[in-house]
């Protein structure tokens, strides 16, 4: 052992090539992570344009179901409402008053 | 190793996002070379030793914000390629097989990317430490090679200074035994 010269490798790359290799490994390493870094910027404006969108379409629907709902109301009158429209308020007074006779109790 | 103020000033610009990719070229320029040898050791292919790189340069950089500076950046730097190295090794053993029973294949790589040039002597070292077990290989080529002390070594490895020293000594008298065997 006392003949081996520290350090020394029995291979042929010199340090000239090892340096062309780890400036390529760093090289390589910075522009993956940014690449990673847009593809989660990506993913998080995805995310919210999906959460927007359905937000919005939650908001449409609920607005749109309320509205039928209302305009079913307003278009449908009852035949009560239809026959006290179709008489005039003489008529309405003459109209007989009934009394509902309370139930006895058993 | 090197002093502190300069390690500082790395790990300083490796902490803010807008200097980081400057800080890790300043990190690779200085250390890479090394790290490229302390990788190559370990896996003993060229191939193997460039693919092991990569995956080093990506974790480091990918983790660089869990480095709390407490402890030296070379010493981070050489646990990530060492383990990334030991991944390797273990991606090409079976199911139950310890990475230790990879020392012919890795005897026949070091036969085949060593030049008939090659020094006899260096070739014959480099087959007496494919005989060591992979942790004490490590362990005496961190030592012998990057001239570490056992104190980096300990945090390295995450083996006790006393372990090493023991470890140290045996995988020292193997080599000699190994090497006189050869005639050299």
């Known amino acids: 052992m006392k003949d081996l010269k520290k350090y020394e490798m029995p291979y042929r790359e010199s340090k000239e090539y090892v340096d062309n290799i780890v400036e390529r490994a760093t090289e390589q390493a910075i522009s993956r992570q940014r690449t990673t870094k847009t593809h989660t910027l990506y993913k998080y404006i995805t995310a919210a344009a999906v959460t927007v969108i359905l937000a919005g379409s939650a908001i449409i629907y609920y607005n749109h179901t309320n509205f039928s709902k209302e305009l079913i109301a307003e278009n449908s009158t009852s035949p009560v409402d239809d026959f006290l429209n179709s008489i005039t308020d003489e008529e309405i007074q003459m109209l007989p008053y009934y009394e509902v006779e309370e139930i006895p109790e058993y | ?184």
């Open chain 2, 1 to 184: 190793m090197d002093s502190r103020r300069e390690q500082t000033q790395l790990y300083e610009m490796l902490r803010n996002p807008n200097l980081r990719d400057e800080g890790f070229r300043q990190l690779m320029a200085q250390y890479g070379n090394r790290l490229y040898w302390h990788i190559r050791r370990i896996v003993v292919g060229h191939d193997d030793a460039e693919d092991v790189l990569q995956e080093t340069c990506i974790k480091i950089l990918d983790n660089i914000s869990s480095f709390r500076g407490d402890g030296q950046i070379t010493t981070w730097i050489y646990s990530i390629a060492t383990n990334e190295s030991l991944r390797h090794l273990r991606r090409q053993t079976h199911l139950f097989q310890s990475i230790d029973s990879l020392a012919p294949t890795l005897i026949s790589k070091l036969q085949a990317e060593t030049s008939l040039d090659s020094n006899k002597a260096e070739v014959v070292f480099q087959k007496a430490l494919l005989t060591l077990p992979t942790q004490q290989r490590i362990a005496f080529s961190m030592r012998y090679y990057d001239e570490l002390s056992y104190e980096e070594i300990s945090a390295i490895t995450g083996k006790s200074i006393g372990t090493l020293k023991a470890n140290n000594h045996y995988a020292t008298e193997k080599i000699k035994k190994f090497i006189k065997e050869y005639g050299l």
